[in-house]
């Protein structure tokens, strides 16, 4: 999901590479290429657009992204004299090659990250600061500002978005209609997804209500905390350094969840799932409701009549968990100009309408969440408008916390879900304990 588990947007544990990145920080920093010339990030040289004169530009990708990238890249090389040259590198590696470039000096002009990890890089200084360059841009304030927020480090902006992926619910059509269901009506409140989901289940056989990845951090965060601030509440504060995981808010999801346990309301295996099959169950048809990854959306068989709608808090609201991909200029880079010019137009009308649109992502601007391509699809305007109402988690220690499977997050959700729900708070104190450590 956003990352999390298994398709494209998924949210990925931090490998052992990142703890490369404190150290190799005040060697990358002490190199930058901040002396003019066409280097250096933090100043507008080029102009908005950056400089086109044929020169030649690293990137780097992770595998959980190549297909986006791989478009983007493809249809700027076509139109453009620079060159980019994109290695993509498998996920799982990631972020221990990151860092191993990083103590080298030997970074890509341009390296993408999962955006939950970006604030790792920003505070160990691998990007340029792009602060006046983003701000310049006509559509600067409809850009995707939770990415930008997770870029920002210390007043200043590093990244831009590359890839969104968000979580949304996506309910069965056909099952609905069979349990007497509206199929234009999916749940606007977590009380309604509660009664859709058993209406469903009742059907009995081999249908069920719902299904979750219940051993699985990233999937639960991915899909669950939505629902928090959907209520108008905070999962964590500003600094990323406490957890509210415990509030009465919080309580009343991990409730909805354990009486879907209780009530055997869940498709069998969710107890198990720890992500890597987690979005197989539903496009088998046989789910009435569930939280999916927006990137799956264009991978559902072309049978399954199924629909796509926010998530809701427990009386309403809705919002999402923008995961995906955010990317900079590396502080090395001795073409930061040019390097400017594939981010700026990787988020203009053309490259945002004719590849990304056209290939069913999430736009990266909220101005463009109807075109021409999304309006053949309103599930797809859904997604794209969401956007506006999501967030993207701020903490340096995600990763630790939240996605490792020996993590303090995933105690807490198992024993609030699995079991009766008596140590959220004792959890909730481990949880904040791995932010601060």
Request: aromatic fraction near 8%; hydrophobic fraction near 40%.
């Amino acid at each position: 999901m956003g990352s999390t588990a298994g398709p494209q947007g998924r949210i990925r544990r931090l490998a052992t590479g990142a703890l490369a990145l404190i150290a190799a920080a005040s060697m990358v920093t002490a190199c930058g290429s901040g002396d003019g010339g066409s280097g250096g990030g933090g100043g507008s040289a080029g102009g908005v657009n950056g400089v086109d004169d044929g020169a030649k530009l690293t990137m780097w990708t992770r595998a959980a992204t190549r297909p986006q990238s791989e478009a983007l890249v493809k249809a700027y090389n076509a139109s453009h004299k620079n060159r980019i040259e994109l290695t993509v590198i498998p996920t799982d590696d990631y972020q221990a090659k990151v860092g191993a470039a990083a103590g080298a000096r030997d970074l890509p002009d341009l390296f993408a990250s999962d955006v939950v990890f970006v604030p790792n890089y920003t505070s160990s200084g691998l990007f340029a600061d792009l602060t006046e360059r983003v701000d310049a841009l006509p559509f600067a304030k409809n850009l995707a500002q939770s990415h930008i927020k997770a870029g920002t480090y210390e007043g200043k902006k590093y990244v831009v978005p590359h890839t969104l992926d968000l979580s949304v619910l996506f309910y069965n059509k056909e099952l609905y209609r069979r349990a007497e269901l509206d199929p234009a009506k999916p749940p606007a409140t977590l009380r309604e997804w509660d009664q859709q989901a058993r209406a469903v289940d009742a059907l009995g056989g081999d249908v069920n209500g719902t299904f979750f990845g219940g051993n699985c951090g990233g999937c639960t965060v991915f899909t669950w905390w939505p629902s928090i601030w959907a209520a108008g509440e905070d999962v964590l504060n500003k600094d990323g350094t406490e957890a509210q995981l415990s509030s009465d808010t919080a309580k009343k999801v991990y409730q909805t969840y354990r009486g879907w346990v209780k009530d055997d309301i869940v498709a069998p295996g969710a107890r198990e799932e720890t992500g890597t099959t987690w979005t197989g169950v539903f496009p088998k048809g046989k789910v009435g409701v569930m939280p999916m990854p927006s990137t799956t959306l264009g991978l559902m068989p072309k049978d399954l009549d199924l629909g796509v709608a926010p998530i809701p808090g427990p009386d309403g609201g809705k919002s999402t968990f923008v995961g995906g991909d955010a990317i900079g200029i590396s502080a090395t880079s001795k073409s930061a100009n040019q390097a400017w010019n594939f981010l700026a137009w990787s988020l203009g009308d053309k490259a945002q309408v004719d590849v990304v649109a056209a290939h069913k992502d999430v736009v990266a601007r909220t101005d463009l969440a109807s075109n021409k391509y999304s309006d053949a699809d309103p599930r797809l305007v859904t997604i794209n408008r969401l956007v506006a109402d999501g967030r993207t988690p701020y903490a340096l220690k995600f990763g630790q916390t939240f996605n490792d499977p020996n993590g303090p997050w995933l105690s807490l959700m198992r024993h609030a879900v699995f079991g009766d729900g008596g140590s959220v708070e004792k959890d909730n104190k481990a949880v904040n304990a791995s932010l601060a450590d």
